[in-house]
């Protein structure tokens, strides 16, 4: 199958280096103490953040720092897949499991000391780049609770088809086998929290590959800073300030 035709578009009408469009929202869940939802392209995720809170179990407690649990999950409407998704099922204990470690890379979990903070991120519809998705809308929803961090996490991927570095995978894209790579990165502080990759690239085109998914979450940076500004701005105005 052709993913990158003769002028140089995708099956979606981008180009190889170009993005979905992206869109977010802060405090979709009134009960929560912080949440978010994040869109890239037709992938909708959203995100709810509980605590720091007393830990609820006291055997799990930490003496020095937070405990930082994460839950993920997919509406079972997200797909197009009838099959019913147990929950629990082993891809989300692995997802989450991603989420938590690379989100606890950018939490100053030291302030918190004996305290727990819930992160729940639900996959409303998907189309490519869940992952990213989801530890964007974690960032934003985390922020959205004051939680301290050392910098915002952003998320990204970016693949190899027909020969050409594709920025930002869509299901289709994702699902055609090639290699793609999903990074984290922690921007200002110019570290990397999460590298996960499918099949092998030779070292000179992952590099290319992995450069172009930097770039991409710099762009989400750039985009969840404005979303942050824009809701203090709001924040202010009805403060009367």
């Given at each position: 199958m052709e993913y990158v035709n003769p002028e140089g578009l995708r099956l979606d009408g981008r180009r190889p280096m170009e993005m979905r469009q992206i869109r977010a929202e802060i405090g979709?869940?009134?009960?929560?103490?912080?949440?978010?939802?994040?869109?890239?392209?037709?992938?909708?995720?959203?995100?709810?953040?509980?605590?720091?809170?007393?830990?609820?179990?006291?055997?799990?407690?930490?003496?020095?720092?937070?405990?930082?649990?994460?839950?993920?999950?997919?509406a079972n409407f997200s797909t197009g897949d009838r099959r019913r998704k147990n929950k629990g099922d082993r891809r989300s204990t692995e997802i989450s499991l991603v989420i938590r470690q690379t989100m606890e890379a950018c939490i100053l979990t030291h302030l918190m000391p004996r305290s727990q903070i819930d992160i729940f991120v639900q996959v409303l519809q998907a189309d490519g780049g869940t992952r990213?998705?989801?530890?964007?809308?974690?960032?934003?929803a985390l922020a959205d609770a004051g939680i301290p961090m050392r910098d915002l996490v952003t998320s990204c991927s970016a693949g190899y088809l027909n020969s050409t570095p594709l920025l930002d995978l869509n299901y289709l894209e994702d699902s055609a086998g090639g290699p793609d790579v999903t990074i984290g990165i922690l921007p200002k502080l110019d570290k990397v929290t999460l590298l996960q990759m499918d099949a092998k690239l030779?070292?000179?085109?992952?590099?290319?590959?992995?450069?172009?998914?930097?770039?991409?979450?710099?762009a989400v940076e750039s985009y969840i800073r404005e979303i942050l500004l824009e809701n203090t701005k709001k924040l202010e105005i009805r403060r009367g300030l």
């Open positions: 979709v869940v009134s009960r929560a103490d912080g949440s978010a939802s994040f869109e890239m392209g037709n992938t909708k995720v959203i995100a709810a953040v509980y605590g720091p809170r007393e830990v609820q179990n006291r055997s799990q407690q930490i003496n020095d720092q937070a405990l930082v649990r994460c839950e993920y999950s997919m990213s998705a989801c530890i964007n809308a974690a960032t934003l030779p070292i000179d085109t992952f590099e290319t590959v992995m450069q172009l998914a930097v770039e991409g979450c710099k």
